[in-house]
């Protein structure tokens, strides 16, 4: 057996090497550009995948976000909970959040708008966006009459590059009218411009707990939600586990079921056109080489009933042809390995922009070897086929054609 399949390899070696070399480079390039197809979906979803959990982890939620319960619409005796959840173990720290709907006025130019009361201090223990400053600074705790304002809430200089209404370019140090619901009108001071790239953060508008209270002229012990940085060992599972069973009622969750909520149904979306991708570049691939072997299987027929009348056996003639399949398998998915790799590299330096940021191919190793697995499967159904077919006709049929 294994002297046979050395013979049929020999045999395929040698017929691909006196072949037609345009035909061979033409089939490799087939081959590649299918497996490469094959492959850049997947990695252009996992980056899509990638730059949103980055952005809810680093600029929105954290690692996990607390909610008020389903009938209540603040978080009450935030304080209290802030100590018992900073406590538990795998939580590196708690950040209060307090958002308010607003009118924001500048130059003529109005806008609805939330406000988000934080605590800086804390905040920068959770999120990254104090890194994120564009223009100006970043609040400090116990600062009055400052505010700061997303990149798409203030405005480009650029009006292009704009991704909605905004105030017209309001720039770090400019006056900031802000009208509250309970009919409080304040001029602020702009001490920063926010751009994180992600599109949530950067429309946001944010003031700190105590501008907060004097607005409202009142201590303020309650929260619309508080986000929570966790240890980077930690499980965020586990640690959801261990804040309920410290006594919070309110609703818990992490990053995963956020992404879930926001992305599920789109995730599913594009799984199912990948999957439509990966069966056309299939089927491409076995219509290309099932032809390709075809043509040779045709063209050797009389040589194919010589090595029959001189007692070679069917089996050494089908893998012949089943290893020229392999081996321009082979070559196909070397060449598209490296053009999947050389994608990435250029694409790491321009990437993708979408809303919520850059993304850049993300290639699975996973991806790779299934699709792989599967290109290797389809090739030989295609080469096996027409050889079987062939082989399988009578001595004199062959030395006829």
Request: aromatic share 8%.
């Given at each position: 057996m294994l002297l046979d399949l050395k013979v049929s390899f020999f045999l395929a070696v040698r017929g691909i090497l006196r072949g037609s070399r345009g035909s061979l480079y033409l089939t490799v390039l087939i081959i590649a550009m299918v497996f490469t197809n094959m492959i850049f979906m997947p990695s252009i979803i996992l980056g899509f995948i990638k730059v949103a959990e980055d952005q809810i982890i680093t600029y929105q939620t954290g690692n996990i976000?607390?909610?008020?319960?389903?009938?209540?619409?603040?978080?009450?005796d935030v304080n209290g909970l802030l100590e018992k959840v900073n406590r538990i173990p795998g939580v590196l720290r708690a950040s209060p959040h307090y958002g308010t709907g607003v009118t924001l006025r500048y130059k003529g130019n109005t806008l609805?708008?939330?406000?988000?009361?934080?605590?800086?201090?804390?905040?920068?223990?959770?999120?990254?966006?104090?890194?994120?400053?564009?223009?100006?600074?970043?609040?400090?705790?116990?600062?009055?009459?400052?505010?700061?304002?997303?990149?798409?809430?203030s405005g480009h200089k650029d009006e292009s590059l704009d991704m909605g209404a905004?105030?017209?370019?309001?720039?770090?140090?400019?006056?900031?009218?802000?009208?509250?619901?309970?009919?409080?009108?304040?001029?602020?001071?702009v001490k920063g411009i926010i751009e994180t790239g992600s599109y949530y953060a950067d429309q946001g508008a944010y003031i700190t707990w105590d501008e907060l209270e004097s607005v409202y002229g009142k201590k303020v012990d309650y929260a619309t939600d508080v986000i929570i940085k966790t240890d980077p060992d930690a499980y965020?599972?586990?640690?959801?586990?261990?804040?309920?069973?410290?006594?919070?009622?309110e609703k818990v969750q992490t990053w995963q079921d956020i992404l879930e909520e926001a992305m599920g149904r789109a995730v599913q979306n594009f799984a199912m056109l990948n999957s439509i991708t990966i069966i056309v570049s299939l089927i491409?691939?076995?219509?290309v080489l099932f032809i390709v072997i075809m043509i040779k299987t045709l063209n050797s027929k009389r040589q194919i009933g010589v090595l029959?009348?001189?007692?070679v056996e069917k089996n050494i003639i089908i893998h012949n042809y089943v290893f020229q399949v392999l081996i321009?398998?082979?070559?196909?998915?070397?060449?598209?390995?490296?053009?999947?790799?050389?994608?990435v590299a250029i694409l790491t330096l321009y990437p993708f922009q979408f809303p919520d940021g850059e993304v850049t191919p993300v290639v699975a190793t996973s991806d790779l070897i299934n699709n792989t697995i599967m290109l290797y499967i389809a090739s030989f159904i295609a080469g096996y086929i027409p050889a079987w077919r062939v082989a399988s006709e009578d001595i004199l049929t062959a030395m006829r054609s």
């Amino acid at each position: 057996m294994l002297l046979d399949l050395k013979v049929s390899f020999f045999l395929a070696v040698r017929g691909i090497l006196r072949g037609s070399r345009g035909s061979l480079y033409l089939t490799v390039l087939i081959i590649a550009m299918v497996f490469t197809n094959m492959i850049f979906m997947p990695s252009i979803i996992l980056g899509f995948i990638k730059v949103a959990e980055d952005q809810i982890i680093t600029y929105q939620t954290g690692n996990i976000l607390i909610t008020p319960h389903e009938d209540e619409r603040y978080i009450e005796d935030v304080n209290g909970l802030l100590e018992k959840v900073n406590r538990i173990p795998g939580v590196l720290r708690a950040s209060p959040h307090y958002g308010t709907g607003v009118t924001l006025r500048y130059k003529g130019n109005t806008l609805g708008s939330t406000v988000v009361a934080i605590r800086p201090d804390d905040e920068r223990l959770v999120t990254d966006v104090y890194q994120k400053m564009l223009d100006g600074h970043y609040l400090a705790d116990g600062e009055r009459d400052e505010i700061i304002i997303g990149i798409q809430t203030s405005g480009h200089k650029d009006e292009s590059l704009d991704m909605g209404a905004t105030l017209g370019y309001l720039k770090a140090g400019d006056p900031l009218t802000v009208e509250y619901t309970n009919g409080v009108t304040k001029v602020y001071h702009v001490k920063g411009i926010i751009e994180t790239g992600s599109y949530y953060a950067d429309q946001g508008a944010y003031i700190t707990w105590d501008e907060l209270e004097s607005v409202y002229g009142k201590k303020v012990d309650y929260a619309t939600d508080v986000i929570i940085k966790t240890d980077p060992d930690a499980y965020e599972p586990d640690v959801k586990t261990q804040i309920y069973r410290f006594g919070v009622r309110e609703k818990v969750q992490t990053w995963q079921d956020i992404l879930e909520e926001a992305m599920g149904r789109a995730v599913q979306n594009f799984a199912m056109l990948n999957s439509i991708t990966i069966i056309v570049s299939l089927i491409i691939a076995i219509v290309v080489l099932f032809i390709v072997i075809m043509i040779k299987t045709l063209n050797s027929k009389r040589q194919i009933g010589v090595l029959k009348a001189l007692g070679v056996e069917k089996n050494i003639i089908i893998h012949n042809y089943v290893f020229q399949v392999l081996i321009l398998t082979t070559l196909g998915v070397i060449v598209g390995t490296t053009l999947v790799e050389t994608m990435v590299a250029i694409l790491t330096l321009y990437p993708f922009q979408f809303p919520d940021g850059e993304v850049t191919p993300v290639v699975a190793t996973s991806d790779l070897i299934n699709n792989t697995i599967m290109l290797y499967i389809a090739s030989f159904i295609a080469g096996y086929i027409p050889a079987w077919r062939v082989a399988s006709e009578d001595i004199l049929t062959a030395m006829r054609s």
